[in-house]
C-alpha cells in the first residue's frame, strides 16, 4: 500500500476511534432489555393508569373449595392440585424471608396450572393458606425489609408487591380472613431464565395481581370468552406473543411447505412442542372420521387392538368421550386401573382446516386439562378460519 495513503488510513481509523470514544462518554446510559428479547427502556413502575387498564380487562372466574373448609376464586381455565404440608415438612418451601417450615400448623398449597406452565413452566402461581392468629404476621412492608436483594419494586399496595430479584419476577397478594384466622397468600414467580421483555413480564404480572385479588371476592361476574379476539384482548401480552410465534410458523408450512402425508410439529423457545398440523391425505381423513364414528357409536371396544393412523387411533381396552365445539372435536381417552378407577391418559383437540381445496388437521400435542380446551377451541377454530392467528 502507498505510505502516503497508508498513513491517512491510520489517521482516519485514529480519528473515528476518538470522536466514538468521546460521544460514548457523553452519552446516557439507561437499563434496557436487550438481553431478553428486545430493547426496550428501562421500565421503573406501574403507572396507577396502567393498573387500572388491567383491572378493567375480563377475568373468567370459577369457586373452587379446598378440604371442604375453603373456598378460592382461581381463573377459569387454571388445574389445580393441593398440597397439604404438616408442620417442620422440609419441602414446605418459602413465602418472602419465612421459613413456612417453622410454622407450628400444617397448611395449603395450591399449585395452580394451565397449559402455559404444564410443560415450558413459564411461571407458577400457588395459593398458600395458612392457619395462624396474628394478623399482622405476614405483610408486604415484612416481606420488603425482609426479601433479599430485591432489586425493583414495580407496583405496590396496601396487600400487593411486583418485584424483580436477581432477575426473577415475583409478585404476592395477601388476604387475612379474620373469621377463620388464616391467611390467603397469592404468589407467581417467573424464573430469570425466562427471556422476555421487561415489559411484557411487567403487564403478566400485573394480571397476576390481579388473579391474586380475586381469590377472596364476593362476588364475581360470570364470563365466557365467545371467540379468540376476546383472549386475545384479554390475555397477557406475553402469552399471545408466546402462541403467536409459534402459529406464524404453522401459516407459513400451511400456505407454502407442507406436503401431503407429512406433519409438522414447531418447536416454542423452551424447545417444546404443543400443537401439530397435518396436511391429510385422502386416506388418513377417512380413518379419522370413521374413529370419530366408532366412538360416537360406542363401540370402540368392537375394533382391533390398536386402529387408525397417526392423527388418531384408538386402543379397544380404553374408553373414549367425545365432543364437539364450534367445529373442534374433543376426544377424552380412558383406562382403568387395576383398583376399578378411571384415569384420563389424553384429552386431545382436532380441528380440519379447508385451505385451497386440501384438508389440513390441527392437533394439541401436549397434555391438557379440561380447563385449558376452550383455549385451543377457539384458538383452533380462528386458525382455521382465517389460517393465521393474527387479529
Known sequence: ????????????????????????????????????????????????????????????????SIDNTYSLNIPANSNFEVTKYDPKDEFAGMIGNIDLATLKTSFYDVALSNFFTSKEKLYSEDVFIIPHDDANFLTIDKIKKDGEQIENVYYEDENSIVFD??????????????????????????????KFPKKEKIDLFMHFVKHGKSLTAKTFPMIKFSSWNEY???????????????????????????????????RTEGNY??????????EEALYFYKNIDIIKAGKVNDADYVSGKQILSLNSRDKYNLREDSGSYIVNQRYTTEEGK????????????????????????????????????????????????KI
Open 165 to 194: 430479584q436477581s432477575d426473577s419476577f415475583s409478585a404476592y397478594t395477601i388476604h387475612y380472613d379474620e373469621l377463620k384466622k388464616c391467611y390467603i397468600i397469592y404468589k407467581a414467580e417467573m424464573s430469570w431464565a425466562k
Open 232 to 266: 386475545v384482548q384479554n390475555m397477557p401480552t406475553l402469552e399471545i406473543d408466546y402462541v403467536n410465534a409459534v402459529f406464524g410458523k404453522l401459516e407459513k408450512e400451511l400456505k407454502f411447505f407442507l406436503e401431503v402425508d407429512e406433519s409438522v410439529s414447531p
Open 342 to 389: 378411571e384415569k384420563v391418559i389424553n384429552l386431545t383437540v382436532f380441528h380440519p382446516i379447508d385451505y385451497k381445496n386440501k384438508t389440513y388437521m390441527l392437533k394439541t400435542d401436549t397434555d391438557l386439562g379440561e380447563s385449558d380446551v376452550d383455549f385451543f377451541v377457539k384458538m383452533f377454530g380462528y386458525f382455521a378460519k382465517n389460517y393465521t392467528l
Open 1 to 64: 500500500m502507498n505510505s502516503y495513503y497508508y498513513s491517512f488510513f491510520k489517521k482516519s481509523l485514529l480519528l473515528l476511534f476518538l470522536l466514538g470514544f468521546v460521544f460514548s462518554g457523553c452519552k446516557r446510559v439507561v437499563k434496557s432489555d436487550d438481553d431478553e428479547g428486545g430493547a426496550i427502556a428501562d421500565v421503573e413502575s406501574v403507572s396507577k393508569a396502567d393498573y387500572e387498564k388491567v383491572t378493567k380487562l375480563k377475568l373468567p372466574l370459577k369457586t373452587v
Open 273 to 282: 412442542t404443543f400443537v401439530e398440523l397435518f396436511n391429510t391425505s385422502t
